[in-house]
């Protein structure tokens, strides 16, 4: 699904040069949980935000579902982020003028897909986390936790190959980061690829596999053993109905 | 997905509605100040008769004083009017294929119909071809003959104005007007005409209306009709009586010739040339020969129509447009970089950079129309206000002309508008578009 092979990334300014990635080679198979754990300023985040495609890297390479995205144009990575990726960030990232269903909406949008299968999506990703009967509901009148599964069903609405998760339960309360962990387990079993950045030992142990990272590079890597997993469909209208456009 | 553009842009623009409004503003006000500047420059420097301004010539000579120019600080010029004797011996050669002389006059009209007042009628003394060589649009009858202008015959011509005012609006044709002392035969009725600028005679007011009435040139002298507008003499001559008058060296009458080729012209202008020799050799004209021909625009151009001022003043006018787009550049910038954590988000979820560019411009290209809109409104309130400066009747009638919303203008201006928030919002736009998604997630 993923795999990185010797990816360096460094931030420079005219004083400064930081490497963020060092050689740094990660494989993720698909329908793998992984948790990627690190002290601060060690690279998760640098990490995810290649593998999401949102920073471009200097050198080595990267393969996502098969196909090398290491140097596409900005109209194919946005259309890879569109339709291969969802991400889920620690501080929720909705658009707080937006009800919960625009929300989930919006990339979809920019898939261009007719409002009626963008109707069905947004349903069913709603029924999945729970939160159909408050699609008319901005944000704001939500709980912490209900606005982190609405960020949830607007990364599972196009139907993503990966996952890419930023300390997902950081801004949440013990309660309620079980609801959302228990609700990504579920979508894991369903087949959806999960790396998820951790500071939170407990929620690296839920995963199928921790990485470590430390100074931009790999430290504590095991392969991936499928019989772990327990593969589910996904919603119908999510998955299967719909195709990977 | 121009919909969905148009919905994140008004959404947009919701958010923020002091900053939308101040932004509305600023372009509302470049606006304004451009439309009430093209408005008037429009008025005084469109072509009034375009499809003939190439044939129509009007016929200058330099009949001025040896010791000193026409016109002293453009020496080069010579008097924009003939004298009678000049204008009537040109008219008489038949040189060009087509020409007429005329001046403005004016006398009391003494209407027949109960309710309408005696009042001051202005008239055009003209020779029969103005109606033909000017293009007149008629609406009932037509002009007269060469012979009406000789006899003179009876004969006038009214307005649409002076027809309503006169017969309610009917066909006036037959029936009799009296002018002064004397009854005359309408033999036609004009359509609604006002070339503006009222390029025939500069002399008498740029932007004013057309004459009340036309009467064969003839008349002029047989009733001894005064001229109302410019007689400029620089001769001092005796002129006891209305023959002295017309054998003055005073020039007042407009004289215009059709040539329709650069041929016609030549032959023209040499006859006038020629003639101003023969003039020589009696003693006038003893400047050195500088007779012109003036096609419309030209002419236009020589009587300063559209003055540097007006030029200097749209600059200006454009100048302000600028310094309003500048400062909208300004707050654009503001507002999108204040909302970026939000676009880094979209393009977290997929938009591509072009999509962040297109959603902004359509945001810009509202802004813009909505201060299109407003700059349209607050510019016809400005011109209405420049109409209420003028407090006497003939300077607001010219200004009235002038400062008159004209659709051309309003059209030109939205698209200003339009085109000036893409000018405005290109930058920012291209500079969100350019934010790298990632700076923004962890700040959102």
Not at chain 1, 47 to 57: D, K, P, R, S, Y
Not at chain 2, 378 to 394: C, N
Request: contains cysteine; glycine residues 8%; proline residues 5%.
């Amino acid at each position: 699904m993923l795999e990185m092979q010797n990816v360096t990334k460094a931030y420079r300014t005219d004083l400064l040069e930081t490497h963020a990635l060092r050689e740094f080679s990660l494989k993720v198979e698909k329908g793998e949980f992984v948790a990627v754990t690190g002290p601060s300023g060690s690279g998760k985040t640098t990490f995810l935000n290649v593998a999401g495609l949102l920073e471009t890297f200097d050198s080595g390479s990267y393969r996502l579902d098969g196909e090398d995205v290491s140097r596409l144009g900005d109209d194919a990575r946005s259309q890879v982020r569109n339709r291969r990726i969802g991400f889920i960030f620690q501080s929720f990232n909705l658009i707080p003028d937006l009800d919960v269903f625009d929300n989930v909406d919006v990339p979809l949008r920019y898939r261009r897909l007719p409002a009626a299968e963008r109707r069905e999506r947004i349903d069913a990703a709603l029924e999945l986390v729970g939160l159909a009967s408050r699609r008319k509901h901005l944000p704001s009148q939500l709980s912490g936790g209900q606005q982190q599964r609405v960020a949830i069903a607007r990364a599972l609405a196009g139907d993503p190959a990966l996952l890419l998760a930023d300390e997902p339960t950081g801004n949440l309360d013990s309660l309620m980061a079980r609801q959302v962990l228990d609700l990504l387990e579920q979508i894991n079993e369903m087949g959806t690829t999960i790396v998820m950045v951790t500071h939170d030992p407990e929620l690296a142990r839920r995963a199928h596999r921790n990485v470590q990272v430390i100074d931009g590079q790999v430290t504590d890597y095991k392969p991936y053993e499928p019989s772990s997993a327990t593969v589910t469909p996904l919603h119908p209208a999510v998955a299967g109905g719909a195709s990977r456009a | 997905m121009f919909a969905y553009d148009l919905k994140l842009a008004i959404d947009s623009l919701k958010r923020t509605p002091g900053l939308s409004a101040l932004m509305a503003l600023a372009i509302a006000l470049g606006i304004a100040v451009c439309a009430v500047t093209i408005t008037i420059y429009h008025a005084v420097s469109s072509n009034p008769i375009p499809h003939r301004s190439q044939v129509l010539h009007a016929v200058t000579l330099d009949t001025w004083d040896v010791d000193r120019p026409y016109d002293e600080d453009e020496p080069e010029n010579p008097p924009t009017l003939l004298t009678y004797r000049d204008a009537t011996t040109l008219y008489g050669s038949g040189a060009a294929p087509r020409s007429l002389i005329m001046y403005k006059s004016g006398d009391l009209m003494l209407p027949e119909r109960a309710g309408v007042k005696p009042f001051h009628a202005t008239l055009r003394i003209t020779t029969h071809e103005f109606f033909a060589m000017f293009d007149v649009p008629f609406q009932h009858g037509g002009g007269w003959d060469a012979a009406a202008d000789a006899g003179p015959q009876p004969l006038a011509v009214l307005s649409a104005e002076t027809n309503d005012k006169l017969f309610g609006g009917d066909n006036s044709v037959g029936r009799t007007v009296k002018i002064g002392s004397t009854e005359y035969r309408v033999a036609g009725v004009l359509e609604p005409w006002a070339p503006s600028p009222k390029f025939f005679d500069l002399n008498n007011g740029v932007f004013e209306d057309p004459e009340d009435v036309y009467l064969p040139f003839g008349w002029g002298r047989v009733l001894e009709l005064p001229v109302h507008g410019n007689t400029q003499c620089w001769k001092s001559e005796n002129q006891s009586s209305y023959t002295d008058f017309l054998n003055s060296e005073c020039v007042w009458l407009q004289a215009w010739a059709e040539l329709p080729d650069a041929r016609a012209r030549e032959r023209y202008q040499a006859h006038l040339d020629n003639y101003a020799r023969s003039q020589k050799a009696t003693g006038r004209m003893q400047r050195p020969l500088n007779n012109r021909l003036y096609d419309v625009e030209q002419w236009l151009e020589r009587n300063e129509v559209v003055s540097r001022d007006n030029r200097v003043l749209l600059g200006i006018a454009f100048l302000f447009l600028g310094v309003c787009l500048v400062n909208v550049v300004g707050l654009l910038l503001a507002k999108f970089l204040n909302a970026a954590p939000l676009t880094g988000l979209r393009r977290a979820l997929g938009a591509s950079r072009r999509d962040v560019v297109r959603q902004h411009v359509t945001e810009v290209l509202l802004l813009g129309l909505a201060g299109g809109v407003l700059g349209i409104l607050l510019a016809i309130g400005g011109l209405a206000g420049i109409r209420m400066l003028y407090d006497d009747e003939y300077t607001r009638a010219s200004y009235e002309r002038l400062t008159a919303v004209d659709p051309v203008v309003v059209l030109a201006t939205l698209a200003l508008s339009v085109l000036a928030g893409i000018v405005a919002g290109l930058y920012p736009s291209w500079r969100i578009g350019r934010t790298a998604p990632a700076v923004y997630l962890k700040s959102q």
